[in-house]
């Protein structure tokens, strides 16, 4: 029994994960971007939330709906003012760039709320006992959130028009763009759903995640090997790359002693660079080789 | 940047009609009598910082810049090679047993140690295209702060570890320009050798160098190995002269950053852009960052952010290229002629 909670744990955690990884999953995949500031946007998203219920008693959950059209409107404005300018240059250049994009959001965030670990307590931080599991409401709320915003997303990509054009612009730019698509505008628009959804995911695990300016790499390195277990772009591939690294996490943290909660970024890099020996193209042959654009 | 590393490099080597290598000699002797003039130690000190630094950059340069593998963990081998040193000087009798070591002896086992792990490492990561290698290394580099805090009987811990002081300032500026003239001479010897085309090919167009047949892994697996040695020996050397280490001191982030940055700043895969990106990076941060020492790794974001932009080739390729790049190009939000377009 005591396994099976951990279990449930884990795959409570996992579904969490496999929704924060979508933002970064889909950049890489429609532009072929790295996004190493991915952690700092999950960052940006939780001081949000932090702000809204110090100021207001804002619950974080309302603050995820909030924080979605502010932070597409930064992830639109950074890809159309500067990322656009090196997407089609090799991978080098685009990699130092957010790797200078993820440094600075972080350090501006150092200089506004210092150094500090902050923390949401809700009122419903508790747990509820369900068929003789223990489930900790706010993780479970978390849980089923992501998997609403997951089918919303899929509906999105799949039956709109703007959708169509992302995926058609991933399938095939020059295509995309002879049969009239703006590149660059859906680029722009991408990375917009998408920081803005990893915001969304920041902006929930408030409550259940100490805070602070320089919590943003666990989570970027988190999404690298979601990815490389799951696959690019697709989204039952992050799901389950998402569930596999919790239940791994959780139950290493239960049974390891000592591991403790620094054992994040520990598991996602043994895993990863595991996957990268055994299997190259990815647990799922999701990951396809990556070219820069010239 | 391109076509001016073609050219620079398809000239044979010939040492009489290249004036850079012998300029830098000169340099180098100027720099070997300066502590003739009595110097204070202060500024025996700030060259020593410096020529690390240049170091740093050069081993950087080496992997990052001439493959185009960008290793964003090479502070990873710095901190091997400091701990190697720390725990062989204070250590060995609780740990392996053997006697004491002196900094020399212990020395030469920093920079091994770091080429191990690098070939280790490197075996698991190089053999995939550079991002995979970027992200395993930042993760490395993480990782490697936690081991080192969480292994205390070994490293000491948060609480670090002192070694015997043994302050010699003018030892340190030799051995540090030592360093250094090892580090930019292999970087020039290999630039100019059949091996750094190699590198340059894999870093333009790896599938298309592995076709000419080229063996891509071994080329970046001593890439990375020797790089990874020289860095480590830094790090041995850097713990030996702040006689104390601890993984905040040691994995300090703003280096990770400026070796990284002096290289792009410099340029790119060339000889001299890392040794100049250095000296002017030291300069700001002397004249100007240490006044707004609470926004330093803010400063070298946005820096970076910005030379990537606006200076792609470094300052080694606006000199080569003769001009600045116009305002009314910097503005534009897309790029002048895309890569498509170009073709």
Redesign the interface.
């Given at each position: 029994m005591p396994f099976l909670q951990a279990l449930l744990n884990g795959i409570l955690v996992g579904g969490f994960y496999g929704f924060m990884v979508l933002g970064f999953s889909i950049i890489w995949g429609v532009m072929g971007i790295?996004n190493?500031a991915h952690g700092e946007y999950v960052m940006m998203g939780a001081y949000f939330a932090w702000a809204m219920f110090r100021a207001f008693g804002i619950d974080p959950f309302v603050s995820a709906l909030l924080v979605f059209p502010i932070m597409f409107v930064v992830g639109y404005v950074l890809q159309?003012?500067?990322i656009?300018?090196?997407v089609?240059?090799?991978?080098?250049?685009s990699?130092?760039?957010n790797?200078?994009?993820?440094?600075?959001i972080?350090?501006?965030y150092?200089?506004i709320y210092k150094a500090d670990y902050r923390s949401v307590t809700v009122a419903y931080a508790g747990s509820f006992q369900l068929a003789g599991f223990t489930f900790p409401t706010v993780k479970t709320i978390i849980f089923f959130a992501a998997l609403l915003i997951m089918v919303g997303l899929h509906l999105f990509l799949h039956r709109t028009r703007v959708g169509k054009s992302i995926r058609a612009a991933a399938q095939n730019k020059?295509a995309a763009r002879i049969v009239g698509i703006d590149v660059?505008r859906v680029y722009a628009i991408t990375a917009g759903i998408c920081i803005g959804l990893t915001a969304v995911a920041g902006a929930m695990i408030a409550p259940i995640q100490p805070i602070f300016p320089f919590m943003g790499?666990?989570f970027?390195?988190r999404a690298?090997a979601i990815t490389?277990l799951g696959g690019l772009g697709r989204i039952p591939g992050a799901l389950l790359g998402g569930l596999l690294l919790g239940i791994v996490e959780t139950l290493l943290t239960i049974y390891v002693p000592?591991a403790g909660a620094?054992v994040g970024?520990?598991v996602?890099?043994i895993i990863?660079?595991l996957v990268?020996?055994t299997r190259?193209q990815g647990l799922l042959k999701g990951l396809r080789?990556?070219?820069g654009?010239? | 940047m391109r076509a001016a590393t073609a050219t620079s490099a398809s000239a044979p080597v010939s040492l009489f009609r290249r004036w850079d290598i012998w300029a830098w000699v000169g340099l180098i002797l100027l720099a070997a009598l300066y502590p003739l003039s009595d110097p204070t130690t202060a500024r025996l000190l700030v060259a020593t910082q410096i020529f690390v630094l240049i170091t740093l950059a050069s081993n950087w340069n080496l992997i990052g810049g001439m493959t185009?593998y960008?290793d964003?963990g090479h502070l990873t081998f710095f901190g091997i090679g400091a701990y190697t040193v720390g725990i062989l000087m204070t250590r060995s009798k609780e740990i392996v047993f053997a006697p004491q070591l002196s900094f020399w002896q212990a020395w030469v086992f920093s920079g091994l140690a770091a080429m191990v792990f690098a070939l280790l490492l490197g075996a698991?990561?190089l053999?995939?295209?550079?991002?995979?290698f970027?992200?395993?290394m930042?993760?490395?580099l993480?990782?490697m702060r936690?081991?080192v805090r969480?292994l205390t009987p070994i490293t000491g811990g948060g609480g670090g570890l002192d070694l015997p002081p043994e302050l010699n300032r003018i030892e340190e500026y030799y051995l540090s320009l030592g360093l250094m003239t090892l580090s930019v001479g292999l970087m020039w010897w290999i630039r100019n050798t059949e091996f750094g085309l190699s590198l340059l090919a894999i870093?333009e167009d790896e599938v298309g160098a592995e076709m000419r047949g080229i063996n891509t892994t071994l080329h970046k697996t001593t890439a990375f190995a020797l790089s990874a040695f020289l860095t480590g020996l830094v790090g041995g050397f850097w713990a030996w002269q702040n006689t104390y280490i601890d993984p905040d001191v040691v994995f300090f982030e703003p280096r990770n950053?400026e070796m990284?940055i002096a290289v792009?700043l410099g340029g790119?895969g060339t000889v001299w852009g890392p040794p100049l990106g250095a000296v002017v990076l030291y300069g700001l941060r002397e004249f100007f960052w240490n006044r707004f020492l609470?926004?330093h790794?803010?400063g070298?974001?946005?820096?970076?952010?910005f030379v990537?932009?606006f200076l792609?080739g470094g300052l080694i390729g606006l000199m080569q290229k003769g001009r600045a790049i116009p305002l009314h190009e910097l503005l534009r939000?897309?790029?002048a002629v895309?890569?498509?377009e170009e073709a």
């Open positions: 790295i190493l159309w003012l500067i656009n300018r090196v089609e240059r090799p991978h080098l250049i990699l130092l760039l790797f200078g994009i993820s440094i600075s972080a350090n501006i150092k200089l020059e660059h790499p666990i970027t390195v690298f490389a000592g620094k970024t520990a996602s890099f990863l660079v990268l020996i190259p080789p990556v070219e654009g010239a | 185009g960008v964003f698991a990561t053999r995939l295209r550079g991002p995979y970027s992200i395993a930042l993760a490395t993480l990782a936690e081991i969480l870093r950053l990284i792009v790119l609470f926004a790794l803010l070298l974001g946005l820096m970076l952010i990537v932009l792609p939000p897309r790029p895309s890569q498509e």
